[in-house]
């Protein structure tokens, strides 16, 4: 058996980019930060992580990706993929690695529908003394 699986949770770094490749084919990238902490054993203060991972969407699915804006929180799942290009000014190969989406899970939204249920419940007008 072979699996080539990642998921990650995290926000966006940016708004989601459309992008045009070869044959022109459109594709989505974006960006998002996982952070992971850890206690020093030496000073005893927790080190805080950010590492940054290049997403890439695409087809039909990259449209829905398009609509993602900075500091959205999301789970993706995926495989990793390498990719190795020699600039123009390069003299040697470049590898960057990257995460393929298959699947996009927004999860703020519990929290914004709280918070918009919450400000409708504001805005109606209590009915003290209505008989």
């Known amino acids: 058996m072979h699996m080539n699986r990642a998921t990650l949770i995290g926000y966006l770094g940016n708004d989601a980019e459309v992008r045009t490749g070869k044959n022109n084919q459109k594709f989505t990238?974006?960006?998002?930060?996982?952070?992971?902490?850890?206690?020093?054993?030496?000073?005893?203060?927790?080190?805080?992580?950010?590492?940054?991972?290049?997403?890439?969407?695409?087809?039909?699915?990259?449209?829905?990706?398009?609509?993602?804006?900075?500091?959205?929180?999301?789970?993706?799942?995926?495989?990793?993929?390498?990719?190795?290009?020699?600039?123009k000014k390069a003299k040697k190969p470049v590898r960057t690695d990257s995460i393929r989406v298959n699947s996009i899970l927004k999860l703020d939204r519990a929290e914004k529908a709280a918070a918009e249920e919450q400000e409708a419940e504001q805005e109606i007008p209590s009915e003290v003394g209505a008989e």
């Open 29 to 87: 990238t974006f960006s998002i930060a996982t952070k992971t902490s850890y206690k020093d054993k030496e000073s005893g203060e927790y080190v805080s992580h950010t590492e940054w991972h290049r997403c890439i969407v695409f087809g039909k699915f990259g449209e829905f990706a398009a609509t993602l804006k900075k500091g959205a929180h999301v789970q993706v799942e995926g495989e990793i993929r390498h990719t190795e290009y020699t600039p």
